[in-house]
Nanobody
């Protein structure tokens, strides 16, 4: 089992930045692929970014590429999402997810992840 707790969300103006954190507890965090997803009201959950256990590979959705950056610190059992140049359309609940093994083709598939946090709200005002 892996427990995930997100933090760092809040209100921000368009063009601003936030850094989200997700602290994991439980077994084998360092060997897990970690992902960030988001869900806006009335919309489906959307893939944002993912990172492999060694931080040698990262993946991003087209909508955040070049603005967001995912990283992890396995010594702190923490994964981060640095969000820059925020837009009102980035407003959503951001959720952290983990999976022990996943194929690259399924990286953006929320159904492929085994563990989820409760989420942290990000609200970007124009």
């Amino acid at each position: 089992q892996v427990q995930l707790v997100e933090s760092g969300g809040g209100p921000v103006q368009a063009g601003g930045s936030l850094r989200l954190s997700c602290v994991a507890s439980g077994r084998t965090f360092s060997s897990s692929v970690m992902g960030w997803f988001r869900q806006a009201p009335g919309k489906e959950r959307e893939f944002v970014a993912a990172i492999n256990w060694a931080s040698t590979s990262t993946w991003y959705s087209d909508s955040v590429k070049g603005r967001f950056s995912i990283s992890r610190d396995n010594t702190k059992n923490t994964v981060y999402l640095q969000m820059n140049s925020l837009k009102p359309e980035d407003t959503a609940v951001y959720l952290c997810a983990a999976v022990a093994r996943i194929t690259i083709s399924a990286i953006s598939d929320d159904g492929a992840y085994d563990y989820w946090g409760q989420g942290t709200q990000v609200t970007v005002s124009s």
